[in-house]
């Protein structure tokens, strides 16, 4: 009996789990460039005196789904979206080189080229500075272009655009990615921007409230057993009860 109510209880405690998972992507389905987390149920030895062939099951985040989002026009000029694989590189709150798809760039008051979330974003030299009073275009392939009060033109940086491999990238408590190895990522000629464009969220948000709903019907079916369980074992102790 306690094997069963263990088994019911490890499910239960993976399926809030998933929901938690689930729940993350909903609530980032309007956040620009976001990435669906991926979970899994894996298998594990468990440590203990008792048959080493004994397994649990866990629920374990596998790393993020990197389709790419819809595009939207905005006409903003410091708007940019990437065009198929690739990443914006920024400097994280740790002061250590990040990637996002987040490209709704402002600003800052310091005349810093920022995330809207208020990371600097990097050019081939550094975080990218902006003169007063001078109006921004990004053009395709990272070009920061100025134009100032008397109408000169003057090219003011380049966005760092990188192409990491994927399965390398893990995401951080800040929301950004980085290389599971601490490495930065090289610049990469081949990305390409889409001006006064920004990709929305790629979180599908049917399949995640049906996802949402399958997990608590299991969730349910778990908590139902597990009453079984109890049920079982207070017929047991009464029949014990009666022999004695």
């Known amino acids: 009996m ?5 088994t019911v209880m490890a499910g239960g405690n993976m399926l809030t789990q998933r929901q938690d998972t689930i729940a993350q992507n909903l609530a980032n389905v309007g956040t620009t460039g976001f990435r669906a987390e991926l979970d899994a149920f894996r298998a594990v030895p468990v440590v203990g005196p008792g048959s080493p062939t004994r397994v649990a099951s866990v629920e374990t985040t596998t790393g993020a789904d990197f389709t790419q989002g819809t595009l939207q026009k905005t006409g903003n000029p410091l708007d940019a979206a990437i065009d198929g694989e690739g990443f914006f590189a920024v400097q994280g ?3 250590s080189e990040a990637y996002t798809r987040d490209g709704s760039f402002v600003i800052g008051s310091d005349g810093t080229l920022q995330t809207k979330s208020g990371f600097a974003v990097l050019g081939d ?4 500075n902006i003169p007063p009073n001078t109006q921004v275009t990004i053009g395709r392939d990272g070009t920061v272009t100025g134009i100032q009060p008397g109408g000169a033109t003057v090219s003011l940086a380049r966005l760092k655009l990188v192409k990491p491999d994927p399965t390398d990238l893990e995401r951080s408590p800040d929301g950004l990615f980085r290389t ?3 490495d930065t990522a090289s610049t990469d000629e081949t990305v390409k921007l889409v001006p006064e464009t920004l990709e929305n969220s790629n979180v599908n948000p049917v399949e995640s409230l049906v996802s949402m709903i399958s997990v608590a019907r299991q969730f349910d079916t778990n908590m139902k057993l597990l ?3 109890d049920q079982n074992a207070s017929k047991a102790t009464e029949l014990l009860s009666i022999t004695s």
């Open 227 to 229: 009453d079984e369980a």
């Open 125 to 128: 030299g550094g975080p990218i």
């Open 2 to 6: 306690d094997r069963l109510i263990y």
């Open 180 to 182: 599971k190895s601490g």
């Open 93 to 95: 709150s740790d002061g």
